[in-house]
């Protein structure tokens, strides 16, 4: 199980595209491209590499390849954090709200369930995802 507590917030610059939280086995140092790929996975072939040997959950505030601006996803070896996606819209949860989130993931050695719940609003969404193998 892990907990953390994150926030997205917008300057006078524009904001990134989101973020990944990554279980992987490549190296210490492994990094995935910037931008659409969410230092995690690669969404062209002038990016660097995605990270092998892994599993990245996304949170995603930005439109890359008709997921929307406010999703979330599995992804396993460096793919592009892109499709298939969880559409966040409608359960509360915005991650573009500038609010604070705290993100629950869990792993029983078969399923990971993501939860992410706002600390403003008290808002909840959350996915299962089962047959994950994690060696």
Same mark, same amino acid.
């Given at each position: 199980?892990?907990?953390?507590?994150?926030?997205?917030?917008?300057?006078?610059?524009?904001?990134?595209?989101?973020?990944?939280?990554?279980?992987?086995?490549?190296?210490?140092?492994?990094?995935?491209?910037?931008?659409?790929?969410?230092?995690?996975?690669?969404?062209?072939?002038?990016?660097?590499?995605?990270?092998?040997?892994?599993?990245? *959950?996304?949170?995603?505030?930005?439109?890359?390849?008709?997921?929307?601006?406010?999703?979330?996803?599995?992804?396993?070896?460096?793919?592009?954090?892109?499709?298939?996606?969880?559409?966040?819209?409608?359960?509360?949860?915005?991650?573009?709200?500038?609010?604070?989130?705290?993100?629950? !993931?869990?792993?029983?050695?078969?399923?990971?369930?993501?939860? *992410?719940?706002?600390?403003?609003?008290?808002?909840?969404?959350?996915?299962?995802?089962?047959? !994950?193998?994690?060696?």
């Amino acid at each position: 199980t892990s907990e953390f507590t994150f926030q997205i917030t917008r300057s006078t610059t524009e904001a990134a595209d989101g973020f990944t939280f990554v279980i992987q086995n490549a190296a210490p140092t492994a990094l995935g491209p910037s931008g659409g790929g969410l230092g995690y996975g690669q969404l062209s072939t002038e990016d660097l590499p995605g990270i092998p040997l892994s599993l990245a *959950i996304k949170f995603d505030i930005s439109w890359n390849a008709g997921e929307g601006d406010n999703s979330t996803g599995l992804y396993t070896n460096g793919a592009p954090p892109t499709l298939p996606f969880i559409d966040l819209t409608g359960t509360g949860i915005d991650l573009r709200s500038q609010h604070a989130f705290v993100a629950s !993931i869990t792993y029983d050695g078969a399923t990971l369930s993501v939860q *992410i719940r706002d600390t403003q609003t008290g808002a909840v969404a959350g996915q299962t995802y089962s047959n !994950i193998n994690l060696p």
